[in-house]
């Protein structure tokens, strides 16, 4: 079995059970988004959770030497084009350099790692229209000089 | 001027006398973020911001008009390349789908505004490495039936 | 089903029965444009509107789920090539920044929203040649500062 | 001169005596989305408009040729990026091949003219939110058969 | 049946029986060059043409519903390799301004339709090597100002 | 000088005494086609053209090396965003493999060159709409096994 | 049988047998080079050429029309990878001006045709490590002034 | 000096003293093709020839340290646009799997050096029409198993 | 049998006896680097190499044939995507100027070898992070005047 | 003073006093690789390494403030060009997916870091022709589930 294959087997049996990524997340007991990207193909499953997806949605013995694969992680198009993807790329282009100096003044030369990584969503309620809530917390690599 | 010219002026002074955003956006009330971006010029000043700005910095009168102008918001590669900047988007890249996922499930089918939206930076110390914390917050936008 | 497979089928029925969009629109009780933009997979359903077209067009019950889901919207090339897309292309190239002048003038800095949007199409008839007219009606969503 | 001589010309005097686009197109009889973009540079001047517009801005004499002559028409990025910008794009690739169904099944196998063409905006006013109404009429073309 | 399915039983046919595009032409009454193009499926044939193209060949009933249907008009490469096409595009590139110099000193400000158009090729005959000549015919359509 | 500015000068000239491309194409004994291009820097001058032009527009002496050196010929935009020439573009694109059917059923396997070439422009008066008439002349080049 | 088919067939044939591509440019009495491109599909056989082709190698029958057919010359990627033709490639980008200045100083304005065209390749044996020659033999266009 | 600096006086005084890349290649003691693309900036000269071409052109004793200098060497677009070298991408294009096949039978698995590596053009006179011959001349290297 | 046949043959046998690269390079007795490139089809083996790795791995005997092949080396997209080859992409990016500057001074001009190349990969153990240690190993080319 | 100022202020003085790259990163305490990326502006300067610099090259004062600033680290061409910079690209594109296999073998799913990372380049003296070798040194840094 391929990435892909096993994604497709979630997507269906998700469906099937009118499932949600919340009930599979809290059935493997890790987060919505990490559950939700793990499941896409785009992060490689621990063994722990894996053993527990399977045995939550009965996924093919087999499948597990697959979740714990580690992925390729690339995508589609180098400028996204759904309306929801691509607001966070608009965001990403409006705000970049604003991010780099403001991290850069409060952490010295370096970047966000994207990899020592872990991202949220939230809903923020709102009477005037509710609110969606994206927190990336990634740790701080400072240049090295040599 | 130009928003350019403004931007320049603004990083000379600030350079000159060793400031920081978190001090200008201090001395016109403002959050960081927004005001890195505004002085970046990728966000129209109100006129009470331009006002202080303006004070705050002894920039010139006529750069009054320039910072209320609108913007057009552009960036120079469909790509970034600056490490910080590539790390955001790469987290677009692998997360996309996710994010969409995960909104839709909480939201129902429609985006996260770009627009009605404001951004925060902060910082986790940790003895480990201290962590960057990036806060997105956007009004949910349903898409329309007609 | 997949959104591609509801959309061939949609499109097999209306051939064969010589259908139009706009029947189909009729009796669903919806516009002709978000009609055929959902049955193209560019919008999701709702209930009602679902509902209905299964029985309009015979569709097999399992298409519910898929005409329910929430679509990632895409398209095949950057810059399009069908003569009838390219024109409309060519009007965002050759107008773009006088709409963001005329609209900026008339409702402040902010964006035309293409999210809380709908458009129509109209026949003008001309005797020097009919004419197309599509209107565009989007939320104005200005930007917050903060 | 050049066209974008007398654009940044007509920016400035706009700017330094606190115009508005509504009453440059007032003062000679133009539509507002047409003098705008004439006036960036991306439609001819007829000679009764281009009299009317150095008398009401006092432009320079031989700036008449150059509003006389025709523009090269051009845009700077194959995908603008500019959020109003976008969101228009954005309409043109979902919306592509809806509007090709639903133009093609009202008129018959041909385009709507992007040269024989006006456009339009308005502002609907709406206690949720003010609402852009953009008005594309084009003439419709057959294509040939021979 | 879809276009391309046409296409590929016409090629067959064509190659099977050994005929030339010249006699597909002059069977159903039209142009070389426009009937090439539909039966590529790049033009929509007229009810008459199908008819007489569809008794000719023996193409299946079906087929002709296809034929009828308004084509998308798409091609594979932003810039075409095969050197025959490739000739054509360097053409348009190296005498492009030309072309738009002299059009519009002859007909005023607008362009030439590539919808109201036809097109035609012949042989002339040269002992220093046969010539090809294209001829290209399109209504000249003007700007309008509103 | 460079090509650039012989074309510039010829440009200045031309609009100070309001000529027309045929008014300087006659003077030089050369059609308005290829003259317009030479002007425009993409073909070289013959000795005896280039000494009519100078003559004629009343150039600078030193502009006859330019006029007759090989051009490097390039444009903007690997696809042309003009209106007028994007129709053209467009052109080879909807008929570009029916011109290879047409053309290579005519004259063998080969290709039209585009260096052994030449094109005019003419006007066809129709009371529906003048026509644009472009005729594209090019050597036959059978390609060669070895 | 479709140009991808006979090559196919062809490399099956020649692995299968462990020939070269000289033993089979030898058996058809043509060079290695022009073989090999025509076997690749990137060229049509001469009625002679395919003859003897389809009897030294067995190849079906129906091939033939196949071989003759005239082919769509196309290429995977406009930057290659392969690092013996990206060689080529970069010698193109690192010397085309050059070979420009070169060719058109023993020659006149002109070009170097790719159609009327020949090319071979050559081992040298040296001590030092033997090297490719490669020898490009294409007849000189002139530019035609009209 | 940069490499731009030293490329441009050798083109004035070239072009002033009415000299040829030949006569400049002789005076060197190296070949036209090198000796060229070196005048151009796309090789570093040796201090012989450096030496050569300053006292031969009467160059600025301070052009001797840029002419020894590495040249970074780059191209402007990723697919050339002037004719005479658009033919010979198109001979990389065309032949690049062929060239493959052929060095890689004759050699065995590597590629023909780009820097181990000379080039020559010569004249072959010919009444049908003069011919260009382009000799390439890269020795084999063979790929490394380690 | 293709190149991607014996690669996938490859990969299920690896994961089916929980092989690592490491075994099956010490099997073959080639370093780790170059097996697995060999074995994701980007080098040909040789016949000693080829012949070890069917007895270990027990692939079909006609897999010979193909491990043997000439691969053509290509990969998927011009900026990679997955964050671990995509750092590598950065280094070049970010350092390709440097290394030039530092591999010339110490060399002359000329480049490192990717043919006559070998690569190493290396782990370092270290408390505050183990550290990957890659060691490329390239012949030194000068460039060659003529 | 700019990042671009100070670098050509560098390579001025460099060019001037015949220093290297070697004898600069002596001076100042540092390796070479990283005080030549910091030298073109790619890399900031600790204060100390600034201070040394200004003294051993008598850079202006105002130099200091810039060589400290966080540089924005971007290259031209998505593909660079130089032969050099190439053959490092050419690598990455051949052996990305090795490395990715190779580098998860050894140390589980995650990534080489560019940040927390030294690079160096070493000589090796070798009869058939020298050899370069650049050792990459980056931290491991394994993905995060959360």
Chains 1, 2, 3, 4, 5, 6, 7, 8, 9, 10 share one sequence.
Not at 25 to 39: L, Y
Not at 125 to 144: A, C, H, M, Q, S
Request: some cysteine; charged content about 30%.
């Amino acid at each position: 079995m391929k990435k892909i294959d096993v994604t497709e087997a979630i997507f269906a049996i998700k469906k099937d059970r009118e499932l949600t990524w919340e009930a599979i997340s809290d059935a493997i007991g890790m987060s919505i988004v990490w559950t939700t990207s793990a499941c896409l193909g785009m992060n490689s499953f621990t063994e722990e959770a894996a053993d527990k997806l399977i045995k939550y949605l009965d996924l093919p013995v087999d499948s597990k030497a697959t979740l714990l694969e580690n992925p390729t992680k690339e995508w589609d198009k180098a400028v996204p084009q759904d309306p929801l993807i691509y607001r966070l790329y608009e965001v990403v282009g409006v705000y970049g350099d604003t991010l780099k100096e403001v991290i850069q003044e409060k952490f010295g030369d370096g970047i966000m790692s994207a990899i020592d990584f872990t991202m949220d969503v939230d809903k923020q309620e709102d009477p005037k229209g509710d609110r969606v809530i994206v927190t990336l917390n990634g740790k701080f690599l400072p240049y090295k000089a040599w």
